[in-house]
C-alpha cells in the first residue's frame, strides 16, 4: 500500500464554525514545511537523475568488457581458405567420414555421419545386407573381416540384434535405453577427441575458444538483464537509452563474428578441412561433370560413405543411375539403394530407436539411410 500525506489549509471564512482556528502563524509554518518538502523533492529528483546519467554511461562503456574476447582471440590456429577458392578436390580423404563432416560443418558427427560409417564397413565386406520379402526388411550381418572398431554399431549389434546381426524390422521395434544414449553420446565425444589426437585440432586453443564464447555469452545475458531493468528505473534518459543498447547489442555481434572466424586448427587440420570442403563440392556439383571420366563404379563405392556422411547420396546416386545404369542394375548391393521401399524402411526404423533412445538430434535422414546399399569389398584408392 502507498500512503499520501496531505497538509491543507483553509480560510477562516470557509470554516467560521469551527472553532479551533489559528492565527497565520501557523499558515507560514505550514508553508516553510512545504516549501523544505519541495526542495527535498526536487533534490532527490535531482540525485535520481544523476544516478540515472551515471548508470548509462556505465552501460555505454560495458562493452569494454568485450576487449578480452578481440585481444585473446587475435592468435588463432591456421586459416581456412574461401569455398570459392578452393574450388572441387577429386581425391578420396584420407580421413574417415565421420572426421570429413565434423571438419565441414564444425559440428558434432550426427545420424548421417554414423551411417557414413556403416556404408564404409559394409564396402570393405566386414557387414553384408540381405534383402527380406518383397524387399520391405534387411538385415545387416558382421563377417568374419568385421574388425568391431565402433563401439556404438558394436552397441546395435548386441543390444538391438542377436549379437551378430540386426534388421530394419529389429530396430524399428526397438523401444531405446540409456545404454545406446549413452554409446550415441560416447561416440560423437571419442569422435571429436579423435581429431585432435589426430592434430587435426589444437586443444589448447579449441579451450580458449569454448571459455571465450561462454564469456561473450554471459556477458550478454547480463546486458539483456540490465536492459530490463533500465527500462523500468529510468525516466529522464529513456531517449539514450535506445543508442546505448543499440551499441551494446553491436559490440556483441562483433564479438561473435570475431569467435566465428578464430580458428582452432592446426596447420594439417587447415589442410584437411579444404580437402573435406573441396569434396563436399565436388559431390554437390556432380552434375556439371562425366562420372565415367572421373572413375569406374567400384570406385564411387567408396565415394558414398562421404556422400552419405554430407548429405548428397540422393544427388549422387541419381547421377550414378544415369551414367551406370547397366553397372548398377547388375549389382545387387546398388540395387538396394534404389529400392524405394527399403530405402524408405530403414531409414524411419533407425530413427526412431535412435530417437527413441537419443532423444537428440542424432536421427538419419532419407539419404543417410543409404548406407544399407553397400554390400561388396571395393578397392583402395584416389581418383
Known amino acids: 500500500a ?37 526542495k527535498e523533492t526536487a533534490a532527490k529528483k535531482a540525485r535520481h537523475n544523476v544516478y540515472e546519467l551515471i548508470g548509462l554511461a556505465l552501460f ?27 574450388g572441387h578436390n577429386f581425391e578420396i580423404p584420407a580421413f574417415s567420414p565421420t572426421t570429413a563432416q565434423i571438419l ?30 518383397k524387399g520391405k526388411n534387411f538385415t545387416y550381418a558382421k ?12 552397441r546395435l ?39 585432435i589426437k589426430e592434430g587435426y585440432i589444437d586443444q589448447k586453443l579449441q579451450d580458449r575458444e569454448e571459455l571465450l564464447s561462454l564469456y561473450t555469452l554471459g556477458l550478454m545475458f547480463v546486458s539483456v538483464a540490465a536492459i530490463v531493468v533500465c527500462f523500468f528505473l529510468y525516466d529522464k534518459y529513456t531517449f539514450w537509452l535506445l543508442p546505448a543498447i543499440l551499441w551494446v ?14 580458428s582452432d586448427l592446426t596447420e594439417k587440420g587447415a589442410r584437411a578441412t579444404e580437402k573435406a570442403l573441396g569434396f563436399e563440392a565436388m559431390l554437390d556439383d556432380i552434375g556439371q561433370f562425366k562420372l565415367r571420366d572421373i572413375g569406374e563404379l567400384t570406385l564411387w563405392e567408396q565415394v558414398m560413405p562421404y556422400a552419405i556422411a554430407f548429405g548428397l547420396a540422393k544427388k549422387v546416386l541419381k547421377q550414378l543411375k544415369l551414367e551406370f545404369p547397366e553397372e548398377i542394375a547388375a549389382d545387387p548391393y546398388w540395387t538396394y539403394y534404389y529400392a ?11 530413427d526412431e530407436a535412435i530417437s527413441s533412445s537419443a532423444g537428440s538430434g542424432g536421427n538419419f535422414s532419407a539419404s543417410s539411410a543409404s548406407s544399407g546399399g553397400f554390400g561388396g569389398g571395393s578397392g583402395g584408392g584416389a581418383f
Open 60 to 86: 555505454a562503456l560495458s562493452p569494454l568488457l568485450y576487449l578480452p574476447v578481440f585481444i585473446k582471440s587475435r592468435k588463432s590456429g591456421s586459416p581456412v581458405k574461401a569455398k570459392k577458392e578452393i
Open 157 to 195: 549389434f548386441k543390444k538391438v540384434g542377436n549379437g551378430q546381426s540386426f534388421s530394419n524390422k529389429d530396430l524399428k521395434q526397438y523401444s531405446g535405453s540409456q545404454e545406446i544414449t549413452s554409446s550415441y553420446k560416447n561416440w560423437q565425444e571419442a569422435s571429436q577427441k579423435a581429431l
Open 143 to 154: 563377417t568374419s573381416k568385421y574388425k568391431g572398431d565402433l563401439p556404438l554399431l558394436n
Open 104 to 133: 565441414v560443418t564444425k559440428k558434432d558427427p550426427d545420424g548421417k555421419a554414423l551411417a557414413g560409417e556403416i556404408a564404409l564397413r559394409a564396402g570393405r565386406g566386414e557387414i553384408t545386407i540381405k534383402a527380406g520379402k
Open 249 to 262: 547489442l553491436a559490440t556483441f555481434g562483433l564479438a561473435r563474428l570475431r569467435l566465428h572466424h578464430f
Open 2 to 38: 502507498t500512503f499520501l500525506e496531505l497538509h491543507l489549509l483553509f480560510p477562516n471564512s470557509l470554516v467560521s464554525q469551527n472553532k479551533k482556528q489559528h492565527s497565520g502563524e501557523i499558515a507560514a509554518k505550514v508553508v516553510d514545511q512545504e516549501k523544505a518538502l519541495a
Open 340 to 350: 524405394g521401399a527399403s530405402y524408405g524402411a530403414f531409414a524411419s526404423s533407425f
